[in-house]
C-alpha cells in the first residue's frame, strides 16, 4: 500500500479529517506541524476532554500514520497537544495526560525522536508539580514550532538551546 500514491494521499487526507474532528489541523504537510482549527476548536477539544474513549483511537492513528509512509507525524501531533496542556491548560485532563505520556509518546517508531519527546514529556510533567515559579518550566508553542523546523531543515528533532 505504501507505493501507492493515491492511497497515501488518501491516508494524509484522512489525518487531516481527524484533526479535523478533534479541534486541530495539519499546518504543514511536509512537517506534520499541527495548529488549532481557526474555529470551532473550542467545543472540539471540550469532547476529546469529556470522551476518553478517542484516546485508544488516537494512538491507533499514530502508529499507523507512522506505518503509512508519515512517520514525520508522530511527534507533531503528541507535542502539539503537549503545548496545549503546558502553555494554556488545554486538553489536560488527567485521562488525556496518562494517554499521552504511556502511549502517544511511545508511538512513534524513530527511537530517536522518541526519547526526545518522552524526555520533554517528563520535563513538562517534572515542571507542573514545582513548588516555585523558578522550577517551572513551559512547553510553549515557539519552542514546539522551533523544533518541528529545525527537524525539516534537517537538524533532527531536538529542544532548542534556549528552551
Request: charged content about 25%; aromatic content about 8%; glycine content about 6%.
Amino acid at each position: 500500500m505504501n507505493a501507492s500514491a493515491e492511497i497515501i494521499d488518501r491516508v494524509r487526507r484522512s489525518y487531516e479529517l481527524m484533526l479535523d474532528f478533534y479541534g486541530m489541523r495539519l499546518l504543514d504537510a511536509e512537517t506534520g506541524l499541527v495548529g488549532r482549527k481557526e474555529h470551532g476548536w473550542k467545543p472540539r477539544y471540550q469532547n476529546l476532554t469529556r470522551s476518553p474513549h478517542n484516546n485508544l483511537r488516537i494512538t491507533r492513528i499514530i502508529k499507523f500514520m507512522s506505518i503509512m509512509s508519515y512517520p514525520q507525524y508522530a511527534a507533531p501531533f503528541v507535542l502539539h497537544v503537549l503545548s496545549e496542556q503546558s502553555e494554556h491548560g488545554l486538553l489536560n485532563t488527567s485521562m488525556l495526560q496518562g494517554s499521552l505520556d504511556r502511549w502517544w509518546a511511545n508511538c512513534n517508531r524513530d527511537a530517536g525522536e522518541r526519547d526526545v519527546v518522552q524526555d520533554i514529556v517528563k520535563r513538562v510533567r517534572t515542571a507542573s508539580n514545582a513548588s516555585s515559579e523558578e522550577d517551572r518550566w513551559v512547553f510553549t508553542r515557539d519552542i514546539y514550532e522551533t523544533m518541528i523546523t529545525a527537524r525539516a531543515e534537517g537538524k533532527g528533532l531536538a529542544l532548542p538551546p534556549e528552551a
